[in-house]
């Protein structure tokens, strides 16, 4: 998941003695084996942040209800353009609005979706009361931003096709995630749940720090940033930005290793994309 959520449920949800248990939602077995007699609600992100794991919404849904806990998903990677997770079963949708709701990296927020009127009271009441809403000027932004959603996602989606096929035949490439491809072990999943595969693009280059500080340094139309899903092309180094938070062990052990570098591809044209991306990868 987000370096960010990690984050927040260990700063500020457990202290609470709210408790959490993590798992591989990619292993049915070991799902069954985390939920707890105490266990209320279960938090999906799909795709995953950096890796684009992919989880099964529908088969997650079935399984949390039986065992009487709601399903929330994380759907900031694809927005509501090629997954509609209520659809799929889940109670409660989260986006970061900041990514591609909006669209143009000029605003912060976040967005609940859900159909069900007693758990929307719910949380009508802690947003009236908490205060952490967006300004009238950003909401402006987002309305404004999203009213391009469909075609920039095609087209995001579209370049990032071809950035996922270029990174694949580069020498100094190790390994590519992006759920578009036949190999990427989720395809199957992604296929059924999914309209369209989203516009984030992650690799592990041969070698490590040293190795992406050079690829970064190169890169001319790419910015190195944190956020992703806006019009221009970004590359984040997870392990020391987005990931930060998490203990190395458990970092590494979840593979967001020193070698990995995520692209937020964009809507730029693909030849400037792939050029950049071809002049930083020269050794
Ligand atoms: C999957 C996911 N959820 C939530 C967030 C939080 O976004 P924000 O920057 O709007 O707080 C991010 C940010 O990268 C994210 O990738």
Request: with cysteine; hydrophobic share 40%.
């Amino acid at each position: 998941m987000y370096g960010g959520t990690y984050r927040l449920i260990k700063e500020v949800f457990e202290p609470f003695n709210v408790n959490f248990t993590f798992t591989d939602f990619t292993d049915t077995k070991q799902v069954q084996k985390a939920f707890l007699p105490s266990t209320k609600m279960v938090w999906i992100e799909t795709p995953t942040n950096p890796l684009l794991k992919i989880f099964d919404i529908q088969a997650i849904s079935e399984l949390s209800h039986k065992k009487n806990a709601i399903v929330v998903v994380d759907n900031t990677f694809l927005s509501p353009y090629f997954q509609k997770p209520l659809l799929l079963g889940a109670d409660i949708v989260v986006h970061s609005t900041t990514k591609y709701i909006n669209g143009h990296s000029d605003i912060i927020g976040g967005a609940v979706i859900l159909n069900n009127t007693e758990l929307f009271g719910k949380i009508q009441l802690v947003q009236k009361s908490v205060g952490a809403v967006p300004s009238p000027f950003d909401s402006w932004l987002t309305l404004r931003g999203v009213k391009t959603l469909a075609v920039r996602m095609k087209q995001h989606e579209k370049n990032a096709f071809k950035v996922a096929g270029f990174l694949q035949n580069q020498k100094n490439v190790l390994e590519v995630f992006f759920p578009g491809l036949e190999t990427h072990p989720g395809h199957e999943i992604a296929k059924k749940q999914m309209s369209g595969f989203g516009g984030v693009v992650s690799f592990k280059l041969k070698g490590g720090l040293a190795e992406c500080n050079v690829f970064f340094k190169k890169l001319r139309i790419f910015q190195l940033a944190d956020s992703l899903g806006g019009i221009e092309s970004l590359a984040n180094y997870s392990a020391l930005m987005t990931h930060d938070y998490f203990p190395v062990e458990l970092r590494q052990k979840i593979g967001v290793t020193d070698n990995l570098i995520r692209l937020s591809i964009g809507i730029e044209h693909i030849d400037d994309l792939l050029e950049d991306l071809k002049n930083a990868l020269t050794i």
